[in-house]
């Protein structure tokens, strides 16, 4: 059994992403940035091509998919509020 219900999941799951997302981040930039393991630069064959599909529905069509199903906001803790945590 979970240490939560089923509506506190959401809220849940919202204080997770808030508290490893600084920890991401900065693992992110210390194996990138500080070690050199970071490198960006153009692919011309279908691995680059699929990286930038990836990266457009990440940034454009989960969002707009959320939009039009009325599951996401734009705005800024939409899901604290709506979870009432």
Not at 39 to 59: H, K, P, Q
């Amino acid at each position: 059994m979970l240490p939560f219900t089923r509506e506190q999941f959401p809220a849940v799951f919202v204080a997770y992403n808030e508290a490893v997302s600084p920890i991401q981040l900065l693992a992110s930039i210390e194996a990138g940035v500080l070690r050199g393991r970071l490198a960006f630069g153009r692919c011309e064959d279908w691995t680059g091509w699929m990286g930038w599909a990836l990266v457009a529905n990440v940034s454009v069509g989960y969002p707009l998919l959320g939009q039009i199903s009325g599951s996401a906001s734009l705005a800024p803790n939409a899901a604290r509020s709506r979870c009432g945590a």
